[in-house]
């Protein structure tokens, strides 16, 4: 069959073509295939310029309707794909909105996990970088509350390119009492997890962080692969910490 494309062509009350106010020449020019006339109208769609000679690429006189009905479908085209554009930006924008934040999960295997920042991690991750250097380098994940362009910044001033011996250092924003925050970083699939003391807190207040930390690792499904190792500022704390955190700690 054919597709009357584009141009209204009048039919009368049984339904057939009405030639009335329309040459022969023109009625046969308004037959397109059915793709053919999908094809048309997609340019339309796609290209809103294309339009403009719309009638001498179809070879049409009477011209009016067919311009009308080609720019509707321009319109509508550019209105399309400028939403689809919005969508496209927006999605962008929060993908590189959650990289900045941190917020973006890790997926690594057999790397090291610092659980805390402070200046303390700073030199612990250079110790790490060397001892990791014989092979040829490994993945050093830090999660804190801290926010993470803050953690890079203060990072990157003491950890230079030469300092990382080949490994890489990925820090996330999150609270490692948290066993969601805990996921996201890969935390059961690593070597080591390393539980940093709070300097900026009372002893008593740190040490009680770092117990929740390690019941937080506990509860982990799959469980930990790797063993802890826990910083604590009190003595008197480490029989209880080494009860709990039996026998990953």
């Not at 209105?79 to 959650?98: M, P, S």
Request: aromatic share 6%.
């Amino acid at each position: 069959g054919f597709f009357y494309a584009l141009m209204p062509v009048p039919l009368d009350d049984d339904g057939e073509l009405a030639e009335d106010g329309y040459s022969s020449a023109e009625i046969q020019a308004n037959k397109l295939p059915y793709f053919e006339a999908v094809w048309v109208t997609w340019t339309f769609v796609a290209d809103p310029g294309s339009h403009g000679d719309v009638c001498d690429s179809l070879g049409h006189t009477s011209c009016l309707n067919l311009r009308l009905f080609a720019g509707t479908i321009s319109v509508i085209g550019i209105c399309y794909f400028a939403a689809v554009l919005g969508f496209v930006v927006d999605g962008i924008r929060d993908f590189l909105e959650e990289l900045k934040r941190g917020t973006r999960p890790i997926i690594e295997a057999d790397h090291v996990v610092i659980l805390g920042f402070s200046v303390k991690a700073i030199a612990l991750i250079n110790e790490i970088c060397d001892a990791l250097e014989s092979e040829g380098g490994g993945t050093i994940v830090v999660l804190d509350d801290t926010d993470k362009t803050e953690m890079d910044e203060r990072i990157r001033p003491y950890v230079g390119p030469k300092d990382l011996r080949g490994s890489r250092v990925v820090t996330r924003r999150g609270s490692p009492m948290v066993q969601l925050d805990l996921e996201r970083v890969s935390v059961s699939t690593a070597r080591a997890v390393i539980v940093m003391a709070q300097t900026e807190v009372p002893a008593d207040v740190s040490d009680a962080h770092a117990v929740r930390s390690i019941l937080a690792l506990k509860g982990l499904h799959p469980p930990l692969k790797g063993h802890v190792v826990v910083e604590l500022m009190d003595i008197d704390n480490r029989s209880i910490v080494e009860i709990i955190g039996d026998p990953m700690v």
